[in-house]
């Protein structure tokens, strides 16, 4: 019996041990053999996630100079979120000591509660979204469609991958020339 309890305990523990440095680059891809929901397994994901919003700063973008991006993560219930997200072009550079940026991609590397947001391009945003600011830089030969997937863990902060929930978004910006145009806020 104890053996079994302690084989039980270790499936159980494994994966939130799996990655104790948040998740590997290329999760927020839900077609990816490895994605969040590989490992946040307890719940259902939700696969086109309302709850995700990107917005753009500015929205005709240069293909050499960097733009602020956020992140929104709309959460009523206030519970801590992180998220992963990577583009199919262009570069992500953090903008907060709580993310990181690897090329392509960006990530968080602390879960995060709700806070209150100043006015961005005349958005006034509510408390009841987590949000994150990263800096990200087009292409320097802008030349097709621009795809991001986005992952968010929805964490009850147990510190395990029990009880939480991923949201993953894919949002494309569309290429005409050396303009980029990107979703409106």
């Known amino acids: 019996m104890r053996v079994l309890f302690f084989f039980c305990f270790g499936v159980l523990l494994a994966p939130a ?21 590989s490992c946040h ?36 219930e206030n519970k801590k979120a992180g998220f992963q997200i ?31 947001w100043p006015e961005i391009n005349g958005t006034t945003f509510s408390t009841d979204v987590v949000m994150w600011m990263l800096q990200w830089t087009p292409p320097e030969t802008p030349d097709g469609d621009v795809h991001f997937w986005i992952a968010v863990n929805e964490s009850n902060d147990d510190q395990s991958p029990l009880g939480d929930q991923i949201h993953y978004k894919t949002i494309t910006v569309r290429m005409p020339g050396d303009v980029w145009l990107l979703p409106p806020l």
């Open 17 to 37: 041990n799996a990655h104790p440095d948040g998740a590997p680059w290329g999760s927020a891809d839900p077609n990816a053999a490895q994605n969040c929901a």
């Open 41 to 76: 397994f307890d719940g259902e994901a939700a696969p086109d996630s309302a709850a995700i919003s990107l917005f753009f700063k500015d929205r005709k973008v240069s293909s050499v100079e960097p733009t602020d991006v956020y992140l929104q993560f709309r959460n009523p």
């Open 86 to 116: 990577m583009s199919t072009a262009g570069k992500f550079t953090s903008a907060y000591e709580d993310t990181e940026a690897n090329g392509a991609q960006a990530r968080s590397l602390a879960l995060r509660d709700n806070a209150s």
